[in-house]
């Protein structure tokens, strides 16, 4: 059954906007009394009959709902400075949303090599991820933010640093706690500054390991959702 994404659903019956409408009526050909599943992003899951073709404004009714479908006991937010290959951050962004993730920051440190984003698109690769990997919840994704800005109003329950310098410092998993929320922060390719990991630690931050492997920052990103989700089965 097809998967489609409706935000701010309320009542018995919905449109799809534009593009979900082409989708459904032009490259998938539904028809009057064709069902379908929709998320809206926040938790709920339908099941739901189209009622009205139209390739602008399909119309839906709503068969079966399903609110806080796979609702977790835990916040994981990761702050992630952007790669200079875009294709890499949107895989970041893609594979964090099918693994489990609740809210993105695309962060600029001292060391950033790409200090512009394309939140449009990649809100889009969020939504996509999101059907693609059947889930009703979808990602936050914030502004552009500083390294500075970040560290001094964040009130996240747990915060992590990760870094790659020679500092003693504990791997993630040993850390990584059950039903909490927890920020993560992980650098560029140059990592962060030690200003920046010393302000971190200042503001009540833990310096993690994410392994012996010195990682790409994307690649990073996912070790660092994949432990924490693993650490709450």
């Known amino acids: 059954m097809q998967l489609f994404y409706v935000p701010n659903i309320s009542g018995g019956e919905f449109i799809l906007d534009e593009t979900e409408s082409k989708h459904a009526v032009r490259v998938l050909r539904l028809q009057k009394g064709s069902r379908v599943q929709v998320v809206n992003g926040t938790g709920g899951f339908y099941e739901a009959e189209i009622t009205d073709v139209n390739q602008k404004k399909c119309r839906l009714s709503i068969i079966k709902s399903q609110l806080e479908f796979g609702k977790k ?31 993105i920051t695309p962060l600029i440190t001292s060391h950033s090599e790409r200090k512009t984003v394309n939140p449009e698109r990649l809100e889009k ?9 059947l889930k009703a919840y979808l990602p936050k ?36 706690t059950k039903g ?14 030690p200003d920046e990991v010393k302000l971190a630690i200042e503001n009540g931050y833990q310096v993690v ?25």
Request: charged share 25%; net charge negative; with cysteine.
């Open 73 to 103: 006991d835990f916040h994981l937010h990761i702050a992630i400075a952007p790669t200079k290959n875009n294709d890499r951050f949107e895989w970041f962004l893609e594979k964090a949303t099918e693994i489990g993730i609740d809210e």
């Open 141 to 176: 994704l914030n502004e552009l933010t500083s390294f500075k800005e970040l560290i001094t109003n964040n009130k996240t329950d747990i915060n992590f640093i990760a870094y790659c310098d020679e500092i003693q410092k504990t791997h993630l998993k040993d850390l990584a």
């Open 209 to 233: 390991s994410l392994g012996e492997s010195r990682l790409r920052t994307e690649t990073a990103g996912i070790v660092a959702c994949h432990i924490v989700n693993l650490a709450n089965e």
């Open 180 to 193: 909490t929320n927890t920020l993560i922060l992980i650098g560029p390719e140059g990592d962060f500054s």
């Open 125 to 133: 690769i969020l939504v996509s991820a999101m059907k693609q990997s």
